[in-house]
């Protein structure tokens, strides 16, 4: 269990609300669902990570982590709800009023899809799309998968691929449609290249704020 006991943080805190919620932020009032709370930290996850805010309104009033059950359901959601389970890092600051705010932060999963485990047995992956966490879209889960993998199928780059990875080096790189009708390639063949440049670690699916396109892979 972890202490709250909290460091002096009024205005950093105060400063982290300003920005409201994000694509690496999101409030917490209060905790209770623990596989609700597991879909944030996936979400986080399998992006580029982020922070959830405890004991902070919607509307960004600070409301004061109530006890320490809180800190025991994101543990609980973190280790028992996400697969493989992940290792969020807690610290509780003093705000104004006294009142504390856990900021707990989720780095970015070194192996992803992490999934969450819902009810029935149902296994999904979610994604951070501004301040909303969505159910993954298969593709690029599967994608993440490919990456993942220690075994890779020996892909020889073909023309449609070298024209894939030109597309998705020009800015906001380009979604597996534009890539088909401009390859002219059936969906399925568009979408076998696309897995295999993921699985070679030379593209990536990211969302552009409107779309998830397929996006050149820094060095």
């Known amino acids: 269990m972890k202490d ?9 805190i105060a400063s982290l609300i300003e920005q409201g919620e994000h694509v690496h932020q999101d409030f917490k009032f209060a905790v209770s669902d623990a596989r609700k709370i597991a879909r944030s930290i996936s979400a986080f996850a399998n992006n580029d990570g982020g922070r959830l ?9 600070i409301a004061g982590v109530r006890n320490e059950e809180d800190i025991y359901v994101v543990e609980q959601a973190a280790e ?7 290792s969020p890092v807690f610290t509780a600051f003093k705000t104004e009023g006294g009142l504390t705010v856990i900021r707990v932060e989720i780095a970015r999963a070194v192996r992803r899809p992490v999934h969450v485990k819902e009810t029935g047995g149902l296994m999904r992956a979610y994604y951070r799309v501004a301040d909303e966490n ?3 879209p298969e593709l690029m889960v599967e994608s993440w998968r490919r990456a993942a993998s220690e075994t890779h199928v020996a892909y020889t780059i073909t023309p449609h691929g070298s024209r894939l990875l030109e597309l998705a080096s020009r800015r906001g790189g380009v979604t597996v449609e534009d890539f088909m009708i401009d390859a002219h390639l059936s969906r399925a063949m568009a979408e076998e290249i696309a897995l295999s440049l993921c699985g070679m670690g030379l593209v990536e699916f990211t969302y552009d ?3 998830f396109t397929l996006t050149e892979l820094s060095e």
Request: hydrophobic share 35%.
């Open 4 to 12: 709250l006991r909290g460091i002096k943080g009024k205005y950093y």
């Open 209 to 211: 704020g409107s779309r």
């Open 80 to 86: 028992m709800y996400c697969v493989p389970s992940q």
């Open 53 to 61: 805010l405890i004991g902070v309104k919607d509307n960004g009033v």
């Open 134 to 136: 969505i159910v993954a």
